[in-house]
T-cell receptor
């Protein structure tokens, strides 16, 4: 079993839609949860970072961690065509430890 | 401010040839990571360095792969001999040790024929 699972999509939504992206993980020892965004032919860039359970909001983006279910989510409100990218979840056990990435979900927001 | 610099951006080579990928981390960063990204396996960590010392190379697929960091501003990933299954995008990333934000370079797209 992979340590983190993510549906690769692709996911296509109309502009203005609410987008929900999800990952599940297998080991309850993971404490640090991140979302990276990767535009085509570019390197990933950190979008959201959460420690332990709970929600974190940044503008149109909300990251949610449910440690009891081993489930992490990224919500995008009022999605824009510029949000079209691949979104990768990433998890780690310890600060400074190895990052483990999900497969990435390809998102397309149509005008 | 320059980000992580990788060269070459594209490399096409024939099976059996040696390939060397290069990375210059962000100045002041003391952790450096090499990743490989493929459609099948996603983004995988190959090796990472702290203060130029290799810390975890458990992701290096086999002895054909080697990585060095001779100083704080330069690292190489070498594949010798290369095989078609090594075709992938190779990313270098850097960060401050103990800080979670990793900054990725633009990647090197490697094709082995």
């Amino acid at each position: 079993q992979k340590e983190v699972e993510q549906d690769p999509g692709p996911l296509s939504v109309p502009e203005g839609a609410i987008v929900s992206l999800n990952c599940t993980y297998s080991n309850s020892a993971f404490q640090y949860f991140m979302w990276y965004r990767q535009y085509s032919r570019k390197g990933p860039e950190l979008l959201m970072y959460t420690y332990s359970s709970g929600n974190k909001e940044d503008g149109r983006f909300t990251a949610q961690v449910d440690k009891s279910s081993k489930y992490i989510s990224l919500f995008i409100r009022d999605s824009q065509p510029s949000d079209s990218a691949t979104y990768l979840c990433a998890i780690r056990k310890n600060q400074g430890g190895k990052l483990i990435f999900g497969q990435g979900t390809e998102l397309s927001v149509k005008p | 401010d320059a980000g992580v610099i990788q060269s070459p951006r594209h490399e096409v080579t024939e099976m059996g040839q040696e390939v060397t990928l290069r990375c210059k981390p962000i100045s002041g960063h003391n952790s450096l990571f090499w990743y490989r990204q493929t459609m099948m396996r996603g983004l995988e960590l190959l090796i990472y360095f702290n203060n130029n010392v290799p810390i975890d190379d458990s992701g290096m697929p086999e002895d054909r792969f080697s990585a060095k960091m001779p100083n704080a501003s330069f690292s190489t990933l070498k594949i010798q001999p290369s095989e078609p299954r090594d075709s992938a995008v190779y990313f270098c990333a850097s960060s401050l040790a103990g800080v979670d934000t990793q900054y990725f370079g633009p990647g090197t797209r490697l094709t082995v024929l």
